[in-house]
T-cell receptor, first 116, second 109 residues
Framework: GAGVSQSPRYKVAKRGQDVALRCDPISGHVSLFWYQQALGQGPEFLTY????????KSGLPSDRFFAERPEGSVSTLKIQRTQQEDSAVYLCASSLFEFRGRNTIYFGEGSWLTVV | SQKIEQNSEALNIQEGKTATLTCNYT??????LQWYRQDPGRGPVFLLL?????KEKRKERLKVTFDTTLKQSLFHITASQPADSATYLCALSGRAMRFGAGTRLTVKP
């Protein structure tokens, strides 16, 4: 597609429910990132994939958070047993090359998660 | 610990003036620094990148400076317009791009 696509755009989950958020990066992009953005804050890094390899998951806040990119394209961020503090916008981003800091990163519109 | 601080949560200026936004960082030695624009309900959009060995970068009405001694970047929008109203984020390279909290700019007509 023309840009990074995320679904669902909005999700309301009951506390304790599992959720799965999907990201379709720009076709051919090697790098894929997940960020969490709370209201009024900047994006916080969660995890980074280079193709199907998860090279950095240091930002995942707990073992309830799990991300995968099994075929090196589409990625899923899964949150188990959601808590109210998980309410945030989850942003996916992709970049053409392996991450070097000089690459342009393209963001999706985000998945807005509200845990009630 | 590593910190990225954007000094103003909000900045209000009059149309036609120059907006100057600040990004300070500690315990980082980034090779690259990027600036993004984010509109409400949208994802961030890349604006400019500056390398550690560059002092200044320009693109149309935008100018970025990068002082690795002061550990500071300044982002300028000249001849500002109401359409420039948005949140501006600085981001530093490391193992991934790390973002500041952003500065919300409002340009009044």
């Amino acid at each position: 597609g023309a840009g990074v696509s995320q679904s669902p755009r909005y999700k309301v989950a009951k506390r304790g429910q599992d959720v799965a958020l999907r990201c379709d990066p720009i076709s051919g992009h090697v790098s894929l990132f997940w960020y969490q953005q709370a209201l009024g804050q900047g994006p916080e890094f969660l995890t980074y994939f280079q193709n199907e390899a998860q090279l950095d998951k240091s930002g995942l806040p707990s073992d309830r958070f799990f991300a995968e990119r099994p075929e090196g394209s589409v990625s899923t961020l899964k949150i188990q047993r959601t808590q109210q503090e998980d309410s945030a916008v989850y942003l996916c981003a992709s970049s053409l090359f392996e991450f070097r800091g000089r690459n342009t990163i393209y963001f999706g519109e985000g998945s807005w998660l509200t845990v009630v | 610990s590593q910190k990225i601080e954007q000094n103003s949560e909000a900045l209000n200026i009059q149309e036609g003036k120059t907006a100057t936004l600040t990004c300070n960082y500690t315990n980082y030695s980034p090779a690259y620094l990027q600036w993004y624009r984010q509109d409400p309900g949208r994802g961030p959009v890349f604006l400019l990148l500056i390398r550690e060995n560059e002092k200044e970068k320009r693109k149309e009405r935008l100018k970025v400076t990068f002082d690795t001694t002061l550990k500071q970047s300044l982002f300028h929008i000249t001849a500002s317009q109401p359409a420039d109203s948005a949140t501006y984020l600085c981001a530093l390279s490391g193992r991934a791009m790390r973002f500041g909290a952003g500065t919300r700019l409002t340009v009044k007509p």
